[in-house]
T-cell receptor
């Protein structure tokens, strides 16, 4: 167990729907990162939050949004889902806003859009 | 554009047969190269961070080395439990989403057979 908790583990939904993925970082970690892993694209950075504030943004679609709450858990909201959004979504956390020593990843949420 | 290329895509070894995985990178000013191990259906697990050419890190049967253009992950006398996908990543530069973004390669799928 890495200490980073992601729920749900699996999610099956229909095109056009909206889902929310949840992440609780390791105790003491202030920064949360979201990544998408698909077969054709590999691991792609989506967004980073540090202590409630957005710190860095990757190629995140406008249909996707995220936030980090005062208790430091984070949610990734995916709307108007398309078949191509099917992927593994990983959350990672680190103590500071810097990635000097690597992230700690959670086990991921597998999203299937049908 | 910052880029990471890993080779080979897949590698099959017999138990005890040592080998190396390659990670070639292009980044505007290296601020850290990371190796992760990923088991099927799980999140990447941090192995090493390397910062400067000539640096080496070791952990059990794994040794990571770094040059100015590539990194190698040497696996000595591997065991079946070393079977996994090994991912290489670099910290992004200023123009690729920020320094806290990790740019991952596609990975090398390693299978070690008894």
């Amino acid at each position: 167990d890495s200490g980073v908790t992601q729920t749900p583990k699996h999610l099956i939904t229909a095109t056009g729907q909206r889902v929310t993925l949840r992440c609780s970082p390791r105790s003491g970690d202030l920064s949360v990162y979201w990544y998408q892993q698909s077969l054709d694209q590999g691991l792609q950075f989506l967004i980073q939050y540090y202590n409630g504030e957005e710190r860095a943004k990757g190629n995140i679609l406008e249909r996707f949004s995220a936030q980090q709450f005062p208790d430091l858990h984070s949610e990734l909201n995916l709307s108007s889902l398309e078949l191509g959004d099917s992927a593994l979504y990983f959350c990672a956390s680190s103590v500071t806003g810097e990635v000097n020593y690597g992230y700690t990843f959670g086990s991921g949420t597998r999203l299937t859009v049908v | 554009e910052d880029q990471v290329t890993q080779s080979p895509e897949a590698l099959r070894l017999q138990e005890g047969e040592s080998s190396s995985l390659n990670c070639s990178y292009t980044v505007s000013g290296l601020r850290g190269l990371f190796w992760y191990r990923q088991d099927p259906g799980k999140g990447p697990e941090f192995l090493f961070t390397l910062y400067s050419a000539g640096e080496e890190k070791e952990k059990e049967r794994l040794k990571a080395t770094l040059t100015k253009k590539e990194s190698f992950l040497h696996i000595t006398a591997p065991k079946p439990e070393d079977s996994a996908t090994y991912l290489c990543a670099v910290r992004g530069g200023m123009f690729s989403g920020g320094y806290n973004k990790l740019i991952f390669g596609a990975g090398t799928r390693l299978a070690v057979h008894p």
